[in-house]
């Protein structure tokens, strides 16, 4: 059976969200998911079956001060409010079908990286009592996050080590697969100065993930040309958002949120034929 592989970006899996609704409006399940940081964060409400729940989130609180703003650093060590994040919004406001999550079949896996060796590891997300802390900790970019601690070890946002977890499918014996990414097909990663200035803050203490951090473009460019490699010989459907629809990590603009949504969506739809033979 096929599987799904998400890439990570914050808000730009916004785009995969409209991917992944149109899998719903089709009737497209698939029995295996990976993914990185926000990509597999959003795909807890695929698993769930709940249509446009991502969407709303970012609709409603993007500009919430208590979802993303610089106070919460002094209450969840995050410009990020984990604690409004990952239990008010789904306990709350914006409820989660804990039910049918936890009844669907299909696996979900998610990548992170271990803040002490520097190595990858995956697990499966349907873990009913430290679920929310395995995304967090996914999530966690360095600097941005502190490290999260999940079963007594201290983790990291799992896009430093493997952005696009392809291989991580194919290992698992998913010889086809969707690859949804959220950079635009000409896309290049290259060296960063904040990752540059990341490292140097985490050098004392985590060394292997500064390390991670200066060498992560190389192993980004490398996943994104094995998963170019995987559909020249047709074993896997790429989605991207093009240039026009393309967002920022940190998007504030809720139209342009919109746009890059419906343009997964559409594209989804445009290709739906090619997902479904996936499965044949």
Known sequence: MPALVLEGGTFRPLFSCGVMDALLDS???????????????????????????????????????RYVGFRNIFTDKSIFGRKFIYETI????????NDTFYS????????????????M????????????????ATCALPV?????????????????????????AMKDGHEKMLI????????????????????????????????????????????VEFCNQ???????????PSAETQIESLEKDIAKIERVYQYGYDLAMENMDKIKALFD
Do not use: C, M, W
Not at 42 to 59: C, F, M, P, W
Not at 90 to 97: K, N
Not at 121 to 136: R, S, T
């Open 90 to 97: 789904p306990r709350e406001l914006v409820l989660f079908d």
């Open 27 to 65: 009737g497209v399940e698939f029995p295996y998911v990976v993914g990185v940081s926000a990509g597999i964060s959003d795909a807890t409400s695929y698993i769930a079956k709940q249509k446009g729940r991502d969407l709303e989130i970012i609709k409603r609180f993007r500009h919430d001060k």
């Open 121 to 136: 590891e995956y697990i499966d997300k349907k873990d009913p009592v430290n679920g929310h802390i395995l995304l967090q």
């Open 144 to 168: 941005i996050f502190p490290p999260i601690i999940y079963n007594g070890k201290q983790y990291y946002d799992g896009g430093l080590v493997d952005s696009i977890p392809a291989k991580k």
């Open 180 to 223: 949804v990414l959220t950079r635009t097909k000409d896309y290049v990663k290259t060296e960063s100065s904040a990752y540059k200035i990341a490292a140097a803050v985490l050098k004392k203490k985590y060394p292997k993930v500064a390390e991670r951090l200066l060498t992560r473009h190389i192993r980004y460019n490398k996943e």
């Open 104 to 119: 669907n079949p299909a696996q979900l896996v998610v990548g992170i990286t271990n803040a002490k060796t520097g190595e």
């Open 230 to 240: 995987l559909e020249r010989e047709g074993k896997a459907v790429i989605l991207r």
